[in-house]
């Protein structure tokens, strides 16, 4: 199965002194339970664990009070497992289904610290950001994401990823390896981080069966729309979901209301898009004019771009042409480039970087991505092919004098006057490389 890199962080959870539960949020069928589940098998004695949306029993016991020892006792007697300090993980699945399970949370903290809580869901994001959701401080969150490159690469060919994880030196890599991992790459741009797609091209090895696979996926999506949406904004919601691959194909990308439905403004749809923003479905970069840090505070809310989660359901979604993500030697070219940025975004944010910016200056001049480092702000420019040349990030090295400037390309990683450029397969490591380089 794929190892996730998250891993590490529950068993640093796990052995901290004073313990609060903990709330797991991603996007549907990420790989939350399957992980959460793993890491009560490796950890722990035993896994007490609940799916709060399928067992009804379990949903009630969170309807009486909220004594942690009641529900503990009750828990274990429904699921017929002992549940002890420290030894049991117990896992409530699917929580945003019960408010009440979610306030659980706080009392276990105070009450009962000793016990090794974790909860999941969904639809958590869109849980808490309700008015009652579960207040902040008393529980510690942690985010997954869609299987990154990396873990994608680690279960296809362990050795390769080995071999990325241990470079120490910002030097071109062999071409016999560096066309091995520009294959993987495509690949991945097609099947994307979902588990089960992944599961299904390596027991298939086939890309329609892998198609099949993210359709199921995009249609349960839709069902929670019609299932845990407010019926006022179940139609926007439709809309907005529709209009993603839309949006991304505008030689602008800027998000436009008017073109999700002619005359809407921001106020008819931004409730939707909240809700698609909390479910995780969809990721937003905002604008900035001036890249200093914090970059948050420099934030123009009106203009942002909207990206998938996930690029394989991108591909799917927008019934993109496979050969030419395959076969042709400038993938930038298809989808003019959006599919690209898309991959970047979803591997930047899965290393850490919750809030994601882009930056404009007029309308002369744009750089896809601007992240900080420690105390650095780096411009980021996305590029494939053999052809790097960008003006806009030349204006912005001119205008900022940034210390270090990144290009994601399929150019072989070097460094030159200042610039980094990191092929896309190598973007899992790139963090270790702008290390290496500023020492």
Known sequence: M????????LVIWKNKGRRKPLLL???????????????????????????????????AVFAADLDPKRILLELGALGNVSIEPQKTLIILDEIQQSPRALNSLKYFCEEMPEYAIVAAGSLLG????????????????????????????????????????????????????????????????IIGGMPEAIETFIENNDMLA?????????????????????????????LLWKAIP???????????????KSGARARDLEDALRWLLDAGLINKVSRIEQPHIPLAAYEDRRSFKLYMADTGLLCRKAKMSLSNILLNQDVFGEFKGRLIENYVQQ????????????WTSGNTAEVDFVISHENMVSPVEVKSGMNVRSRSLKTYREK???????????????????LLNVPLYLIGQYQRFISIQLE
């Not at 794929?2 to 962080?9: A, N, Q, T, V, Y």
């Not at 529980?139 to 997954?144: E, G, Q, T, Y």
């Not at 892998?210 to 439709?238: M, R, W």
């Not at 839309?246 to 999700?260: I, M, P, T, W």
């Open 2 to 9: 794929i190892k996730r890199d998250l891993m590490s962080k």
């Open 25 to 59: 949020r991603g996007v549907r069928q990420c790989g939350k339970t399957w992980l959460l589940q793993e890491f009560g098998r490796l950890h722990f004695q035993n896994v007490a664990y609940f799916n709060l949306e399928r067992n009804e029993p379990a949903l």
């Open 126 to 189: 869109v849980a808490l950001s309700r008015p009652d959701g579960f207040p902040v401080g008393k529980v510690s969150f942690l985010d997954l994401f869609p299987c990154t490159f990396m873990e994608y690469l680690a279960r296809v060919n362990e050795q390769l990823a080995k071999y990325c994880q241990e470079l120490d030196k910002i030097e071109p890599i062999s071409e016999a390896l560096a066309r091995e991992l520009e294959k993987h790459f495509r690949n991945y741009l």
């Open 210 to 238: 892998v198609g099949e696979t993210q359709d199921d996926i995009l249609l349960s999506y839709e069902l929670d729309f019609a299932k845990h949406a407010p019926n006022t904004e179940i139609p926007k919601l439709f």
């Open 246 to 260: 839309l949006q991304l194909a505008r030689e602008n990308s800027k998000f436009v209301y008017g073109e999700v």
């Open 347 to 358: 591997q930047l944010m899965a290393q850490g970087h919750k809030s994601l910016f882009y």
């Open 400 to 418: 900022y004098k940034p210390e270090l400037a990144i290009r994601f390309s399929l150019q072989n990683l070097k460094q030159e006057d200042g």
